[in-house]
Every structure is written in structure tokens, then in C-alpha cells.
């Protein structure tokens, strides 16, 4: 601790009790109120884009599922989708339903994660060993699929490894009742524990007109009423089949990112139920070429956090050029020292838990070439010069008509 | 063997405490380490408790390749336990740098910055292995008669084995 102008820097990280991961911040303290906030990342850098490039697909498959040890399916399934389209592959019915149902899993396990960490952070550490107890279900069945209870690696290019045995189906839906039956506990106990209420209200406050300024994304964004949720705005796999019932709250704080999980954690246990009950015969995967064909993509998927984003661009070869994973917390951690500001040290832990924050997802290195000046594009000068490139490349994107988003 | 080392070995043998620190991990493993705390596998039943500070901490449990940023901030942690200290390293990429091995920003394997006295590799390793591994850890560096705080009044005091196992007991 060390003083400057009358006013406490507590630095804290990047060990330190109350966060799983190396991260550190500096935070200046007016008595017991946190007056600025600095964040510092890029303890977990690991190199990981460029270790891409030097490997063919194939290799970076394995390495895209060690980004993040708790949202892997969803980097995976990212990475996957764009060597697809690349390809112009088509997946098989049943490889979606598979990956979707191992996706909605990953969500219920990640959320129930969340929740007792969440929990730990504001010293209920009842319901820590609750939901962890509940999570160890979550984790057997994944590990029944996969084989592995992290890092299941159950996709692969041109669809799934793992096939689901009658069985398995019958039991993953046992499991599902079970844990119903615990999440509806749990939903209750969010809405009328007084020391849960009391404790999460009110603080880390992101209203809408900041979740835009900042890019929010996922369960925060969706606290603040703005549905932002990928397989609903712009619905990829076995969601153009089956409709997700899209979870929002207007309470713009802690509590609501609480409320908005928790539910979240429901809709996907009736996902994981349809998803089961038609689940459609058939092959499990098709054959992916070695090469890759030139071209470039994004892809956005819904991971547990929120929104995550693979840019791929190959030269046609079986090494990527260049691979860029921007992961939900990336684009979280901008809005990270507004939330802290105003607020009570006290409070600090779980604020930053709220945003559910991965690290591993987040440190990547971005070299700026043309540092010292910067520009901001409008809305249809961002347009304008899609449509210019897109005519430059030979394809004419004007008869395409651009999804209207729903504007906070 | 005097009473005080006596009285730390048991304590450490009965009752470790351990420090979380993750280098560069991707969260799988780090997962699974407070999984072996919880219900299911419950560490806490053989007296293993998760401390926040390096200074209470007998076992440093390390996760991950050691990247580049968190090297310094890794020997630092391990200066400050006190000794005996043991280090663990958990996964592949703690033992080997693993998939990682090669990255510019990645030093290695754990071993490459602090000494290492335990591998456990798997990529996510499973709680029972980490279970495994600090118990046998413990057993093996701790042996039962360093930790003995009475003397078995049946069976006579030798000073030999007294002398053997202060060895053992004290080679960090």
C-alpha cells in the first residue's frame, strides 16, 4: 500500500485470494471508496494467434480448445464453423444437435462456476459448495460424451468425434431433472435471500448507454436489457432450428447478471431436453480437406460469457495466415474500472466476478503500427467501405439487406 | 531432530496448506484444483486448505507454462513460503510447457524458474490425481517417525533412525 496525495494505490494481484488467475489492479482509494481503477492484463499471454499460424488446422484445433479450459467447446466450435465455411463443408443435422447440446452442457457448467465463485467472492461459501456439488453432474456427463471432464475435444472439422449412445440420452436426461430441480432452488434463493439481495444490488452499475460505449457483451449487456444474444441475433447451427427463448433483466447491476444466469441456466436445460428429444439419425461427421481454400472469415458463436469472435484468413495452404481470437471477456474489460469507480473496496471482488472474467480467453497482444493518431468511423462510413471492399473483391453486397439490431 | 522441526513436520504432514498460483494456464487445470476442494473430492477431509498468502502456504500449486510476465512474480512467491516448501506442478504445461512449448512469450515447464518435487501431468488433470500426488508427495518428503511428536514409549529411541530421518525431513 503506498501513498500519493493524501490518497491509498492498493495494488492487488496478480496473486492474490480472490482471483483464480494472474491479473492486477491498481486502485486508488479515497478511505474506503475506489476513486480510480487501473487495470493490467497480459499475465496469461502466451503467444497463442501466433502459435496458430506456425501449425496446419488440424494442430491449431487443439490449441484453439486450450484458449480457455471452461468455454472450449465454444472456441472450438468457432474455429470449426470458420474451416467449414472455408471449405464450404456441410455439416451433418446430427453433428449441430451434438454440438449444441455439448455447448448448452459447457453453459451449464461454466454458469453454475460463476455462480459459486460469485458466491465465494461475497463470503456465502454455502452456496460455493452447493453449486460446485451440482457442476460435478454437469462435469460427468461431458466427461461420458468426451471422454475428458476439460477439454472434451468433441469437434472436430466437418463435424463431431463423439456420437451419443441411447443411453447416455436417457441419462443426460435424468441429469437434466435433477438439476432442474436444484436451479429453481437456487433461482428462488436469488430472489428472496435478503444477504444475497442486499449484497449484489446496486453495485458494478453498467447501464445501457454504457454497455454500448464499452462493448459489453453476454450476461452483462443482457443485465442491462440489451439482448445481444448470437444465437438469437444472428442464430448459427442447431439454432436456426430450435428458437432460444432470449434472457434479459433492467436491473444493470451485479444482481441482474446474477438473475440473468440463472436463467440463462434454466432456458438451457429446456435446450438440452428439445435438443435430446430430436435429435436426428445420421452421420456424425463429413470429410474436411487437408488445404484450406484462400479466403477470409469471422465467425461470432455464444460463448458461456458472451459473444466470441474467430477471424481466420488462409492463403490456401494447411497453415493458417492469420488466426484472431477476440473472447467475450476481451470485450468486457473495457467497461472494468467504470464499474469499480464510486464503489466501496468491499465490493471490489465481486465486480470483478460479475463480469465472469477469463483471462486465458483475454491475453492477446495487439501491436499498434500506427500508433499516435486514431479515427472513429461512423455507422454508414463503416458501411460504405464494406461495401467498397466487397466490390473490389468482385462481389456486389448491395442487394443484401442488413439485419436491423435492436438499439438499446 | 529438535522438537520445533518435529512439530513442523507433523503439522505439515497432517494438515498442508496449500497456494494456488497460476502461470499461464488456460483455467482448465486451475478449475480442477479448487473442483479437488469442493464436495465431490473434498481435500479438506485429509486437513489440505487453499491459502490466499505464500507465507501460510506449505505446497505451491502451479498451473500452466510459466509465461514470460508471470516468471519473476513465480520465484517471488516461492521466496516468500517458508521452508519446508514444496512445489507442485499441475498439468502438462506446469510439467513440460506442454502444447505451449516453443511459444515466444512461454519460458517451459515450472522447473525451468523454481524446483519442482511433484509432476502431475494430464491435460486437464483430474482432482484425483492432484489428491494423489500431494499425498504421496507428503509421504514421501515428510516421512511418519519426522513427524512423531511423542516418543513411542514401547519402542526404545534409536538414534540412528533419528539421525536418518532428519535428513529426510529437512532437504528443502
Known sequence: MSERDGKFVLPIGPQHPSLKEPCSFKITLDGEVVEKAVVEIGYNHRGLEKACESRTFVQDLYIIERVCGICSHAHTSAFCRCVEEMCGL??????????????????????????????????????????????????????????????????TFGGVRRDLEPELIAEIGRVMDALEEKLKYYFELALVEPALIGRLSGIGILRPEDVRRFSAVGPVARAAGIMDDTRIIEPYGVFREIAVNGVTDDHCDVYGRTIVRVKEMLESVRLIRVMLRELPDGPISVKAPRRVPAGEILIRVEAPRGEDIHYVRSTGGDMPDRVRVRAPTEANWHGMSYMLEGFHLADVPIIIAAIDPCYSCTDRAVRLTDAGGSSLHAWEELRRLGIERYQSLGIDPSGIRLREFPRG | MGLVDKAIAWGGRNSPWIIHFNAGACNGCDIEVVD??????????????????????????????????????????????????????????????????????????????????????????????????????????????????????????????DAAHDGAGNDQ
Not at chain 1, 90 to 101: C, F, M, N, S, T
Request: hydrophobic fraction near 40%; aromatic fraction near 6%; charged fraction near 25%.
Open chain 1, 90 to 155: 456441410l455439416v451433418p443435422r446430427r453433428a449441430e444437435y451434438i454440438r449444441g447440446i455439448v455447448g448448452e452442457l459447457e453453459r451449464l457448467h461454466s454458469h453454475l462456476l460463476w455462480l459459486g465463485v460469485a458466491a465465494h467472492e461475497i463470503g456465502f461459501d454455502t452456496l460455493f459448495m452447493y453449486t460446485w456439488r451440482d457442476r460435478e453432474r454437469v462435469l460427468d456427463m461431458l466427461a461420458a460424451i468426451g471422454g475428458n471432464r476439460i477439454n472434451y475435444g468433441v469437434n
Open chain 2, 36 to 161: 479437488a476442494l469442493t464436495p465431490r473430492f473434498d481435500l479438506e477431509r485429509l486437513g489440505i486448505l487453499q491459502q490466499g498468502s505464500p507465507r501460510h502456504a506449505d505446497v505451491l500449486v502451479v498451473t500452466g507454462a510459466v509465461t514470460l510476465q508471470t516468471r519473476e512474480r513465480l520465484k517471488e512467491i516461492y521466496d516468500q513460503m517458508s521452508t519446508p516448501k514444496f512445489v507442485v506442478a499441475v498439468g502438462t504445461c506446469a510439467c513440460s510447457g506442454g502444447i505451449f512449448d516453443g511459444c515466444y512469450c512461454v519460458t517451459g515447464g515450472v522447473d525451468a524458474v523454481i524446483p519442482v518435487d511433484a509432476y502431475i501431468p494430464g491435460c486437464a488433470v483430474r482432482p484425483e490425481a492432484i489428491i494423489h500426488a500431494v499425498d504421496a508427495l507428503l509421504k514421501a518428503k515428510l516421512p511418519k517417525a519426522a513427524g512423531r511428536l511423542k516418543k513411542d514409549k514401547k519402542a526404545k529411541p534409536d538414534r540412528k533412525e
